[in-house]
DNA sequence: TCCTTTTGTTCGTCCAGTAGACTATTTAAG
DNA sequence: CTTAAATAGTCTACTGGACGAACAAAAGGA
């Protein structure tokens, strides 16, 4: 329940800022005579509102706009591109990549280093993030644009306190946030806030918000790269759970008896049947493919596609017990959808309606009305991901942005 | 996202209303400067607020308390158990149970009435809670105590408009509220609004307020007298799902081939191996036992306690296929605890080992940390807490009670 | 008795949103 | 071209409601 929260009264005024910068956010440019509408404030006071937003740099006029009808024409604003920015970063097992967005989500420049491996010492993450954040940053002072923040997206899970635990990375209790922040020193970065996010939910959140699903009231994503995880939103907000594990199924036993031992010490978990070491050995998949980029291009699909029966056999099994797994998920969740990403994206469509089946079967009522699908973002969508939360963060609290 | 939501400006007189009456409600008998020192507000303010709550007879002062220490001693507010009252109504299959609680959720009476089958018909069910609602408003008017709403909790689903349908009822499309408010006119008590809401959500709200788990962050409660549904709660708020089946884990198959035949068309569903006919049946009890009452007290938690093998056999299936489902939920949500009710807390506290032996099968990773455990509250709590959602509503928004 | 401490009220202040008049700028009609 | 209607945005006075400080009330302790 944690109702002990900081019970303050509220502030009107952050709430209003709020209220005016969302609307100006998600519905492009528009008018002050419409926001005022849309938000109930009188036009007074969005006049006022809008002022301290344009005066903060988070909107900006653009000109008056033509009149459809009678009428003087609005003066239009939208959220200032050439406002303050952020950085996302994905770290990988084998790589880092990120993206420098301006307020409006668009990406002005990108980077990758990619690495043989960065499993084990975190300081190997770090080292290879610096040359993406050296680049990141220098392109954000070469348009003199202020980076509000930065957000990293890795798999595993983030604890409340920001601690990372990453099997993907090999990674426990592990700081992050601090051991960038005092490299960030170095780069003439110091005091931009670090936060730390577990690529599933990130994965989901950019579903809802670059994917198409922004009515979605439940929306489950299941990603990862190695290992599978699913981030749940309900109403367009991160599901936590009780110690930040929701959506961690990629342990749960698909296998009733037996099944291949997993890292995680038990056997027969959904982790050994569709991660994707698991799923390329069993297709008879040499080649050791390591990120999306290499599954959604590599041979597996492919193979699929011509019906080679070893792949085709694997995937499905993959396809059967993911969606089994996700049979529980749904009946307790009721989602509107359920998208496929990280590299089960590049496994096809004929995966997913594997896995649509296979939910079907399990929990006959809901599959009719649950809609299984594979992802359409890109690969590195989660550093855009993690880059909209700080952006996102700006306008939905402009008043902390604003008090500089 | 539903974001499209009726964005208004915040009302901060209604904000602090609520803020007073919630610190008020949850901590008993507290001064004026206390609550100003937890709200934030100033203790002018917390004098006006109070004002106009005991002016609405919400809030009523206690007099003077004693003083601890130095200084001027207190006079105490505290929830009016004088003023508006609620009625909760529990419609069963074989009875509708009700009670009238005051404004801190006190039972002031009970009533029940036992019918043959109240299912099919849904006018059947409302004249069987006719004369409950009878006494229970006679009852509130002998005290002199305005009825502010009446909330019914029935096994089923209630759709966003209110319509209920039940399998366990045989309804359909059922308009209860509209069915109820006609007969109320009758009854003199026209104008109330009625609410209906599933008895698995209210059972999870019970858990909540009254068992002792206010605290649990996700708490899911699994409940049932037919077939068996979820209640969850995230931080106190009942997660409803996109089509409000959130929780609804009954049809989940839980037999990988074959199963007996479910109502619902399809076969080897949690309900034909753990739903109570389906286990009574199987545990070769042949008493029509339908109630709670009758699990609780009949003879099958005694056979299991004195080892009948047919009971034990019959009663450890249906936990580990429940444990084995609420595996999948588990590993969704990352439960702090999961309650089992309804007729589930009569079978005794050998059958939670088994729900939780089965749930570490399925998701070893979250086994150690859910609580799994009995319902300790009584049967007929579906209807207090029906009741509570009233109470609580006034206490939540102590401004729309307060305009009458 | 008087001082200290804490409660609760009163009164004046001030912030921020409201109401509505007023100006500005367009289209449409005469 | 002139004028009316429509719409956008600003300005000023007003008001609701929270705040702050001073003060009265009611204790305990020296």
Redesign the interface.
């Given at each position: 329940?944690?109702?002990d929260a900081?019970?303050?009264?509220?502030q009107?005024h952050e709430?209003?800022l709020a209220?005016v910068a969302r609307?100006a956010a998600?519905a492009g440019p528009v008018s002050r005579a419409w926001l005022a509408q849309?938000?109930?404030?009188t036009k007074s006071t969005v006049t006022q509102l809008t002022g301290e937003l344009v005066e903060g740099g988070l909107l900006r006029e653009l000109g008056t706009g033509r009149a459809g009808g009678p009428g003087r024409p609005a003066t239009l604003l939208e959220l200032n591109a050439l406002g303050p920015a952020a950085i996302g970063l994905q770290v990988e097992a084998d790589h880092v990549a990120g993206c420098l967005t301006d307020l409006t989500g668009r990406v002005r420049d990108r980077a990758i280093r990619r690495a043989g491996d960065l499993r084990g010492e975190p300081g190997l993450a770090v080292r290879a993030a610096e040359p993406v954040l050296r680049r990141l940053l220098n392109t954000a002072l070469s348009t003199d644009s202020v980076v509000a923040g930065i957000a990293v997206g890795l798999p595993g899970r983030v604890s409340r306190t920001g601690t990372v635990t990453s099997a993907g990375l090999g990674w426990q209790g592990t700081d992050l946030a601090r051991l960038l922040g005092t490299r960030l020193a170095v780069l003439g970065g110091s005091g931009i806030p670090v936060t730390v996010r577990a690529s599933a939910r990130l994965a989901a959140l950019a579903e809802?918000w670059f994917g198409g699903e922004?009515?979605?009231?439940?929306l489950v994503c299941v990603s990862g790269e190695q290992g599978l995880g699913?981030g749940?939103l309900?109403?367009?907000t991160v599901?936590?759970?009780?110690?930040?594990?929701?959506?961690?199924?990629g342990?749960?036993?698909v296998r009733?008896s037996g099944g291949e031992p997993c890292e995680?010490?038990?056997a027969g978990c959904l982790d050994t049947v569709a991660g994707q070491t698991a799923l390329l050995r069993a297709a008879g998949v040499t080649e050791p493919a390591r990120s999306r980029l290499a599954a959604g291009e590599g041979p597996l699909p492919a193979l699929v596609r011509e019906g080679e029966r070893r792949a085709v056999t694997a995937t499905r099994r993959a396809g059967t017990a993911l969606g089994g797994?996700?049979?529980?998920?749904a009946?307790?969740?009721?989602?509107?959808v359920i998208v496929l990403g990280g590299y089960l994206a590049g496994l096809g469509p004929r995966f997913a309606e594997w896995v649509g089946a296979a939910l079907g079967?399990?929990?006959?009522?809901?599959a009719p009305?649950v809609r299984v699908r594979l992802s359409r973002l890109p690969a590195d969508i989660v550093a855009r991901a993690a880059a909209a939360t700080v952006t996102r963060g700006l306008v939905d609290d402009p008043a902390r942005w604003l008090a500089e």
């Open positions: 329940m944690r109702r900081p019970a303050r009264p509220v009107q709430h209003n209220l609307l998600r849309q938000s109930g404030l809802a922004q009515d979605a009231e439940v699913a749940i309900l109403d367009g599901l936590e759970g009780a110690r930040g594990a929701a959506g961690d199924i342990h749960v036993r009733a995680c010490g038990a797994a996700l049979g529980g998920l009946s307790a969740l009721d989602p509107d079967q399990r929990c006959p009522g809901f009305s």
